[in-house]
């Protein structure tokens, strides 16, 4: 007869601190800065998303993700309701209608 040992592990914590969540926000507000301010970023936005994303490497892949797609809804979940100039990139993406 085998007899097994089971080890007891904690639990993964998945919540973010503060900090984290914070440094989300201004990665992302960053990203949606640079794009209503540097053409050429835009257009490397529009071009290639995930390359230009790419120097963001905070960035999770659900955030690239929103990012890429023009998910307006869940970035303004996470960063708040955008004002007209963050909102540039994401309205040029959803006007591509590359889906």
């Known amino acids: 007869m085998v007899q ?5 592990t ?16 201004e ?5 949606l800065a640079r794009a ?14 995930t390359e230009a994303l790419s120097g963001y490497y905070t960035l999770t892949h659900e955030e690239v993700a929103a990012l890429v797609s023009g998910d307006i ?10 004002d007209k100039r963050h909102a540039t990139w994401l309205w040029c993406r959803l006007s591509q209608e590359k889906w």
């Open 10 to 25: 904690k639990p993964v914590t998945l919540a973010i601190t503060l900090e984290e969540r914070l440094k989300r926000r």
């Open 36 to 49: 209503a301010d540097d053409s050429q970023f835009l257009a490397q936005l529009a071009d290639n998303p």
């Open 4 to 8: 097994m040992t089971i080890e007891k």
């Open 27 to 31: 990665t992302i507000l960053a990203v």
């Open 73 to 82: 809804k869940k970035i303004e979940n996470w960063v708040g309701k955008l």
